[in-house]
């Protein structure tokens, strides 16, 4: 079982920042089996993939978020990241980071398959 801790969401102004935290309670050593990402859902919305890492490091983006969003782990901290730049409105939802013990397949490798955190609010007004 994988537990995830999200943090760092907030309220902020168009083109804030903010950067959000997961704790992915893994051993060091099994790191970099796991694909990690990052969804978001707004109220009325389906949940979206907004970045993920692979195994072997390489990153996706959503359209929408390329450019100004950047996701990162750290293997000693345990953690995985997104850093998220010139924030706007249409970025408001509850973020959550997902990971799962492979190779990523695309979104629906966790989407589908991944274990969840509790999600953290992300706030932007104009």
């Known amino acids: 079982q994988v537990q995830l801790v999200e943090s760092g969401g907030g309220s902020v102004q168009a083109g804030g920042s903010l950067r959000l935290s997961c704790a992915v309670s893994?051993?060091?050593?099994?790191?970099?089996?796991?694909?990690m990402g990052w969804f978001r859902q707004a109220p009325g919305k389906e949940r979206e993939g907004v970045a993920y890492i692979d195994t072997d490091g390489s990153t996706v983006y959503a359209d929408s978020v390329q450019s100004r969003f950047t996701i990162s782990k750290d293997r000693a901290k345990k953690a995985l990241y997104l850093q998220m730049n010139s924030l706007q409105p249409e970025d408001t939802a509850m973020y959550y980071c997902?990971?799962?013990?492979?190779?990523?397949?695309?979104?629906?490798?966790?989407?589908?398959?991944?274990?969840w955190g509790q999600g953290t609010q992300v706030t932007v007004s104009s």
């Open positions: 893994r051993q060091p050593y099994d790191w970099n089996f796991y694909c």
């Open positions: 997902a990971v799962r013990r492979t190779y990523c397949l695309g979104w629906a490798t966790l989407r589908d398959l991944g274990y």
